[in-house]
Protein backbone atom coordinates (compact mmCIF):
# COMPACT_ATOMS: atom_id res chain seq x y z
CA UNK A 1 0.00 0.00 0.00
CA UNK A 2 1.17 3.65 -0.52
CA UNK A 3 0.96 6.08 2.57
CA UNK A 4 1.56 9.47 2.14
CA UNK A 5 2.93 11.79 4.52
CA UNK A 6 2.35 14.95 5.05
CA UNK A 7 4.68 17.88 6.70
CA UNK A 8 3.84 19.79 9.02
CA UNK A 9 0.90 18.68 10.57
CA UNK A 10 0.01 22.31 11.82
CA UNK A 11 1.18 25.35 10.44
CA UNK A 12 0.58 29.12 11.48
CA UNK A 13 0.49 31.64 9.07
CA UNK A 14 -0.77 34.96 8.74
CA UNK A 15 -3.16 37.03 5.53
CA UNK A 16 -0.48 37.43 2.85
CA UNK A 17 2.16 34.95 3.82
CA UNK A 18 3.05 32.02 1.15
CA UNK A 19 3.19 28.90 2.66
CA UNK A 20 3.83 25.53 1.52
CA UNK A 21 2.86 22.21 2.60
CA UNK A 22 4.78 18.75 1.40
CA UNK A 23 3.58 15.35 0.79
CA UNK A 24 5.69 12.79 0.51
CA UNK A 25 4.43 9.11 -1.14
CA UNK A 26 6.27 5.82 0.29
CA UNK A 27 6.77 4.81 -3.49
CA UNK A 28 6.85 6.63 -6.73
CA UNK A 29 3.56 7.39 -8.01
CA UNK A 30 4.47 9.62 -11.16
CA UNK A 31 2.09 12.56 -10.66
CA UNK A 32 -1.10 10.85 -9.66
CA UNK A 33 -1.89 13.12 -7.03
CA UNK A 34 -4.18 15.66 -5.86
CA UNK A 35 -4.72 18.19 -3.17
CA UNK A 36 -8.11 18.98 -1.12
CA UNK A 37 -8.96 21.65 1.08
CA UNK A 38 -11.53 21.27 3.95
CA UNK A 39 -13.41 23.40 5.85
CA UNK A 40 -15.04 22.49 8.98
CA UNK A 41 -18.21 21.06 8.72
CA UNK A 42 -17.98 20.51 4.99
CA UNK A 43 -16.82 18.39 2.42
CA UNK A 44 -13.40 18.11 0.94
CA UNK A 45 -12.75 20.24 -2.14
CA UNK A 46 -10.16 19.40 -4.78
CA UNK A 47 -7.81 22.21 -5.57
CA UNK A 48 -5.08 20.56 -7.84
CA UNK A 49 -4.91 17.24 -9.38
CA UNK A 50 -2.09 15.46 -12.15
CA UNK A 51 0.11 17.19 -9.29
CA UNK A 52 0.24 20.20 -10.56
CA UNK A 53 -3.22 21.05 -12.90
CA UNK A 54 -5.69 23.69 -11.29
CA UNK A 55 -9.17 22.23 -11.14
CA UNK A 56 -11.15 24.62 -13.18
CA UNK A 57 -12.66 27.47 -10.47
CA UNK A 58 -9.77 27.87 -7.59
CA UNK A 59 -7.97 30.52 -7.45
CA UNK A 60 -4.25 30.64 -9.24
CA UNK A 61 -2.58 31.88 -6.01
CA UNK A 62 -2.94 28.05 -5.46
CA UNK A 63 0.01 25.93 -6.68
CA UNK A 64 1.35 22.31 -6.72
CA UNK A 65 4.67 20.81 -7.96
CA UNK A 66 6.33 17.67 -7.89
CA UNK A 67 6.77 14.21 -8.97
CA UNK A 68 7.69 10.34 -7.75
CA UNK A 69 7.79 10.84 -4.50
CA UNK A 70 7.43 14.21 -3.41
CA UNK A 71 5.04 16.86 -4.03
CA UNK A 72 4.02 20.52 -2.85
CA UNK A 73 1.32 22.73 -2.59
CA UNK A 74 1.97 26.13 -2.19
CA UNK A 75 -0.75 29.27 -1.72
CA UNK A 76 1.49 32.18 -2.89
CA UNK A 77 -0.65 35.10 -0.51
CA UNK A 78 -2.56 33.65 2.43
CA UNK A 79 -6.32 35.00 2.27
CA UNK A 80 -8.42 35.00 4.97
CA UNK A 81 -10.29 32.14 3.46
CA UNK A 82 -7.51 30.13 2.91
CA UNK A 83 -7.41 29.13 6.77
CA UNK A 84 -8.09 24.92 6.48
CA UNK A 85 -7.49 21.52 6.05
CA UNK A 86 -5.35 20.26 3.29
CA UNK A 87 -4.83 16.75 2.25
CA UNK A 88 -2.96 15.08 -0.71
CA UNK A 89 -4.28 11.84 -2.27
CA UNK A 90 -3.14 9.25 -4.51
CA UNK A 91 -6.03 8.09 -6.95
CA UNK A 92 -4.01 5.81 -8.97
CA UNK A 93 -3.23 2.55 -7.18
CA UNK A 94 -5.62 0.51 -5.16
CA UNK A 95 -6.39 1.51 -1.76
CA UNK A 96 -6.02 4.66 -2.90
CA UNK A 97 -5.10 7.36 -0.12
CA UNK A 98 -5.24 10.27 1.86
CA UNK A 99 -2.60 12.33 3.62
CA UNK A 100 -2.74 12.70 7.52
CA UNK A 101 -3.56 16.57 6.74
CA UNK A 102 -2.08 19.85 7.40
CA UNK A 103 -3.99 21.97 9.73
CA UNK A 104 -3.26 26.01 8.60
CA UNK A 105 -4.39 28.35 11.01
CA UNK A 106 -4.49 32.08 12.01
CA UNK A 107 -1.15 33.12 13.31
CA UNK B 1 -25.82 21.08 -10.96
CA UNK B 2 -23.83 18.04 -9.78
CA UNK B 3 -25.50 17.12 -6.95
CA UNK B 4 -24.61 13.96 -4.46
CA UNK B 5 -26.71 13.43 -1.68
CA UNK B 6 -25.90 10.75 0.71
CA UNK B 7 -28.36 9.59 3.32
CA UNK B 8 -29.54 6.39 5.27
CA UNK B 9 -26.88 7.19 8.40
CA UNK B 10 -28.13 6.92 12.09
CA UNK B 11 -26.80 5.22 15.56
CA UNK B 12 -26.76 1.71 15.05
CA UNK B 13 -25.37 -0.84 18.11
CA UNK B 14 -22.33 -2.76 17.29
CA UNK B 15 -22.45 -5.61 15.19
CA UNK B 16 -25.46 -4.17 13.54
CA UNK B 17 -25.92 -2.97 9.64
CA UNK B 18 -26.50 0.30 7.95
CA UNK B 19 -27.18 1.15 4.22
CA UNK B 20 -25.61 4.09 3.20
CA UNK B 21 -27.10 5.58 -0.28
CA UNK B 22 -26.03 8.29 -2.26
CA UNK B 23 -28.54 10.01 -4.97
CA UNK B 24 -27.07 11.44 -7.71
CA UNK B 25 -28.16 14.10 -9.77
CA UNK B 26 -26.81 17.09 -12.39
CA UNK B 27 -24.72 14.99 -14.49
CA UNK B 28 -24.63 11.03 -16.46
CA UNK B 29 -24.28 9.10 -13.15
CA UNK B 30 -23.59 6.01 -15.04
CA UNK B 31 -20.40 7.34 -16.99
CA UNK B 32 -17.95 7.92 -13.94
CA UNK B 33 -16.78 5.93 -10.95
CA UNK B 34 -17.50 6.53 -7.43
CA UNK B 35 -16.12 6.25 -4.09
CA UNK B 36 -17.32 5.96 -0.36
CA UNK B 37 -15.03 7.85 1.80
CA UNK B 38 -15.20 8.75 5.55
CA UNK B 39 -13.88 10.88 8.19
CA UNK B 40 -14.12 9.90 11.97
CA UNK B 41 -14.55 12.76 14.04
CA UNK B 42 -11.74 15.37 14.20
CA UNK B 43 -9.77 12.94 12.51
CA UNK B 44 -8.82 12.65 8.42
CA UNK B 45 -9.80 11.38 5.33
CA UNK B 46 -10.06 7.60 4.78
CA UNK B 47 -10.78 5.75 1.32
CA UNK B 48 -13.59 2.86 1.87
CA UNK B 49 -14.28 1.62 -1.43
CA UNK B 50 -14.34 2.51 -5.93
CA UNK B 51 -16.83 1.30 -7.84
CA UNK B 52 -16.41 1.69 -11.87
CA UNK B 53 -19.27 3.14 -14.17
CA UNK B 54 -20.62 -0.54 -15.44
CA UNK B 55 -19.56 -2.35 -11.79
CA UNK B 56 -16.73 -4.16 -13.54
CA UNK B 57 -14.66 -3.26 -11.08
CA UNK B 58 -14.55 -3.01 -7.50
CA UNK B 59 -12.40 -2.10 -4.47
CA UNK B 60 -11.91 -1.54 -0.84
CA UNK B 61 -9.83 -0.54 1.69
CA UNK B 62 -8.49 -3.47 3.77
CA UNK B 63 -10.52 -1.78 6.93
CA UNK B 64 -13.81 -2.76 5.49
CA UNK B 65 -12.96 -5.49 2.99
CA UNK B 66 -15.42 -8.40 4.10
CA UNK B 67 -17.99 -6.31 6.02
CA UNK B 68 -19.18 -3.48 3.54
CA UNK B 69 -20.38 -3.88 -0.12
CA UNK B 70 -20.19 -1.31 -2.42
CA UNK B 71 -23.16 -0.96 -5.48
CA UNK B 72 -24.54 1.28 -7.54
CA UNK B 73 -27.73 1.26 -9.70
CA UNK B 74 -27.45 3.34 -12.66
CA UNK B 75 -30.98 3.20 -14.33
CA UNK B 76 -31.84 4.75 -10.16
CA UNK B 77 -28.65 7.48 -10.30
CA UNK B 78 -27.51 5.94 -6.74
CA UNK B 79 -24.52 4.28 -5.07
CA UNK B 80 -25.29 2.22 -2.27
CA UNK B 81 -22.79 1.14 0.82
CA UNK B 82 -24.02 -1.88 2.82
CA UNK B 83 -22.28 -2.09 5.93
CA UNK B 84 -22.93 -5.19 8.29
CA UNK B 85 -20.45 -6.55 11.37
CA UNK B 86 -20.05 -2.29 12.17
CA UNK B 87 -17.90 -1.48 14.88
CA UNK B 88 -17.52 1.09 17.29
CA UNK B 89 -14.24 2.55 14.61
CA UNK B 90 -17.06 2.74 11.96
CA UNK B 91 -18.26 6.12 13.71
CA UNK B 92 -17.93 8.95 11.15
CA UNK B 93 -19.08 10.63 7.91
CA UNK B 94 -19.37 9.06 5.16
CA UNK B 95 -19.28 10.83 1.87
CA UNK B 96 -19.52 9.20 -1.63
CA UNK B 97 -17.07 11.10 -4.12
CA UNK B 98 -17.53 11.23 -8.21
CA UNK B 99 -14.56 10.46 -9.38
CA UNK B 100 -13.21 12.29 -12.69
CA UNK B 101 -10.28 11.37 -14.64
CA UNK B 102 -8.25 13.63 -17.39
CA UNK B 103 -5.95 11.45 -19.64
CA UNK B 104 -5.70 8.57 -16.09
CA UNK B 105 -5.30 11.78 -13.84
CA UNK B 106 -8.02 11.63 -11.99
CA UNK B 107 -9.56 13.12 -8.55
CA UNK B 108 -12.72 13.18 -6.48
CA UNK B 109 -13.96 16.31 -8.05
CA UNK B 110 -18.01 16.42 -6.45
CA UNK B 111 -18.52 15.25 -3.07
CA UNK B 112 -21.59 14.62 -1.10
CA UNK B 113 -22.19 16.45 2.31
CA UNK B 114 -21.65 13.43 4.18
CA UNK B 115 -24.31 11.34 6.87
CA UNK B 116 -22.85 10.23 9.87
CA UNK B 117 -22.74 7.09 11.36
CA UNK B 118 -22.34 6.47 15.01
CA UNK B 119 -21.78 2.92 16.18
CA UNK B 120 -22.31 2.78 19.75
CA UNK B 121 -24.56 0.54 22.77
Known amino acids: DIQLTQSPSFLSASVGDRVTITCRAS??????LAWYQQKPGKAPKVLIYAASTLQSGVPPRFSGSGSGTEFTLTISSLQPEDFATYYC?????????FGQGTKLEIK | EVQLVESGGGLEHPGGSLRLSCAAS????????MNWVRQAPGKGLEWLSFISHTSGAIFYAASVKGRFTISRDNAKNSLYLQMNSLRAEDTAVYYC??????????????WGRGTLVTVSS
Open chain 1, 27 to 32: QGISSY
Open chain 1, 89 to 97: QQPNTYPYS
Open chain 2, 97 to 110: ARQYCSDTKCSFDF
Open chain 2, 26 to 33: GFAFSSFA
